[in-house]
């Protein structure tokens, strides 16, 4: 069965400090890897794709880096602001398969 | 703003009643695809449509239906109600089948209550 865990399931950090978000994951075969924003009650917001031959991909202060081998990604926010307290969720997706598989997301809350 | 429309935001309706819910994907976007979000759950998938025709599905219940029309416009009908059918229900969209660097966009959900 394909799933997708994450941790830590909250976190609360400072405003200007770093944080790294952890996703494990068990799709085969496996095809890519993606990092959602999701603020509470609204959609979610595409912040990186990866495939499988890829091991980081940045997008402004997010670095997602994926570890195919280990089937393991994570997410770092650098100078995380307020406007990043959110969901983060990871989603994985198998070769062929025309469906996404998400895990429970990350809470982020970012306090002044 | 993700392009893709999805009417009503909120909804509020008795158990045991059928509702329907619409989504109308990004111009030009030809999959159509709906996810439920249950409080504090991950996104579970329901259905796809690409093209008008039904290319997936998730763990969607038979009092649950959707189809995609003509005009790509899909629906999501979900009837006799249950209290555990609260949820939030998002309809995402992408101009293709989701390969590896397909880009899906999500709509800003309904959020339905089965009171």
């Known amino acids: 069965k394909n799933q997708v865990e994450q941790s830590p399931q909250s976190l609360i950090i400072l405003e200007g400090k770093n944080c790294t978000l952890q996703c494990n994951y068990t799709v085969s075969p496996f095809s890519n890897l993606r990092w959602y924003k999701q603020d509470t009650g609204r959609g979610p917001v595409s912040l990186t794709i990866?495939?499988?031959?890829?091991n980081t991909k940045s997008n402004g202060r997010y670095t997602a880096t994926l570890d195919a081998d280990t089937k393991q990604s994570s997410l770092h926010i650098t100078a995380s602001q307020l406007s990043d307290s959110a969901s983060y969720i990871c989603?994985?997706?198998?070769?062929?398969?025309?469906?996404?598989?998400f895990g429970k997301g990350t809470k982020l809350s970012v306090i002044p | 703003d993700s392009g893709v429309t999805q009417t009503p935001k909120h909804l509020i309706t008795a158990t045991g009643q059928r509702v329907t819910l619409r989504c109308s994907p990004r111009s030009g976007d030809l999959s159509v695809y709906w996810y439920q979000q249950s409080l504090d759950q991950g996104l579970q998938f329901l259905i796809q449509y690409y093209n008008g025709e039904e290319r997936a599905k998730g763990n969607i219940l038979e009092r649950f239906s959707a189809q995609q029309f003509p005009d790509l416009h899909s629906e999501l009908n979900l009837s006799s109600l249950e209290l555990g059918d609260s949820a939030l229900y998002f309809c995402?969209?992408?101009?293709?089948?989701?390969?590896?660097?397909?880009?899906?966009?999500f709509g800003q959900g309904t959020r339905l209550t089965v009171v």
């Open positions: 989603v994985a997706s198998g070769a062929g398969s025309y469906q996404l598989t």
């Open positions: 990866m495939t499988f031959s890829e």
């Open positions: 995402a969209s992408s101009d293709s089948l989701l390969t590896s660097n397909t880009e899906a966009f």
